[in-house]
């Protein structure tokens, strides 16, 4: 079955800088890879996504690059904030009812 | 608002004391799924149901069961805890059974500690 691996595990950041969470996954047939923030005492909640046919998807700060080659999906924010800090979620699934979750990233983004 | 909650948010209960989790959603999706979030293995699906009367396995199962009688609510039940179930669980929802990886709602999250 599929298999997700996340990193780094822990990401501290200044203010303004940028940040880069790192994920490959094992299934070739996997074709959609969500990204999901996760707020302290809240749930995970969808903040991007990008499908196989597509190498890059901005939304604002956040971007989400995908290498199905290497099969590697990163998640880029530019100019963190203090509201960036969270856990992040990387998944992948290729059957349209599955996700399969990576182990998440803590980023602490101090002022 | 639509949302998707769950009861009780924190609960300790003791080994062998049967318990349930609700999960109730008001958007009428279809798709339902719980998972448990463990430190360094992230979120693992434990059961999920594509419709009313229609739950099937997911990763972790074992221990737990669900049943889904109504389109809005699918509760998760312990009937013997064991410690080693102690962990945040989540319920999350999607419309449509068929693209259910996608757009998934979920819940505020139920922090179960099992003695």
């Known amino acids: 079955g599929e298999n997700v691996e996340q990193h780094p595990s822990t990401l501290s950041v200044q203010e303004g800088d940028s940040a880069v969470i790192k994920c490959t996954y094992s299934?070739?047939?996997?074709?959609?890879f969500p990204w999901y923030k996760q707020e302290l005492g809240k749930g995970p909640q969808l903040i991007i996504d990008?499908?196989?046919?597509?190498g890059e998807k901005k939304d604002q700060r956040i971007a989400v690059t995908l290498n199905k080659t290497a099969k590697h999906f990163s998640l880029h924010i530019t100019e963190t904030q203090p509201e960036d800090s969270a856990v992040y979620f990387c998944?992948?699934?290729?059957?349209?009812?599955?996700?399969?979750f990576g182990t998440g990233t803590r980023l602490l983004v101090s002022p | 608002e639509a949302q998707v909650t769950q009861n009780p948010r924190y609960l300790i209960t003791v080994t062998g004391k049967k318990l349930t989790v609700t999960c109730s959603q008001n958007?009428?999706?279809?798709?339902m799924s719980w998972y448990r979030q463990d430190p360094g293995l992230g979120l693992r699906q434990i059961y999920y149901?594509?419709?009313?009367?229609?739950?099937d396995k997911g990763d972790v199962p074992e221990g737990y069961k669900v049943s889904r009688k109504e389109k809005r609510n699918f509760p998760l039940i312990l009937e013997s805890p064991s410690p080693n179930q102690t962990s945040l669980y989540f319920c999350?929802?999607?419309?449509?059974?068929?693209?259910?990886?996608?757009?998934?709602?979920f819940g505020p999250g139920t922090r179960l500690l099992v003695l």
């Open positions: 958007m009428n999706h279809e798709y």
């Open positions: 149901s594509m419709n009313v009367e229609v739950t």
């Open positions: 990008i499908r196989s046919n597509v």
């Open positions: 998944a992948a699934s290729g059957g349209f009812q599955k996700l399969v």
């Open positions: 999350a929802s999607s419309p449509t059974r068929l693209r259910a990886a996608e757009t998934q709602y």
């Open positions: 299934d070739s047939a996997s074709n959609y």
